[in-house]
């Protein structure tokens, strides 16, 4: 990986950090609440002196199966996700000289979607769903 790589770095608990190391789990959840979406989304606003609208109606767009992040255009801005090329999963907060808790992933994207309960996501909830690729070995 060269110098411009956009590393994403989640913690995890060990089951999950198990089951991911092991190629059984290939994605992770997050909440769809004002922390995580300041990590994953950029906004983009359409209207000089715009501030960002109220979290909550924010939410309700998603819930309502308003997902396309690119083109919401009810409201006075556009959002689309971050770039990260690499997700770093930790079991934990390791020091970083502690490799065996720390497991590099390609970055397959993200998506607003429900995610599988036999990896932890509660039924018919959204969650923004951190995609895996392959274990990178450097």
Known sequence: MNGNTKK????LKKQWFEMTKAGIKSEDYREINEYWTKRFLNTYFLKEKCVLPD???FVKHLNAGK???INISELPYTCDFKVFNQNIMTLGYPKSTD??????LEHKGIEIREGNPDWGAKPGKLYFVIKHGKIINE
Do not use: E, G, V
């Open 8 to 11: 994403l770095t989640l913690s």
């Open 55 to 57: 979290f909550d109606a």
């Open 67 to 69: 997902i396309d992040l």
């Open 99 to 104: 490799t065996l808790r720390i497991l590099k």
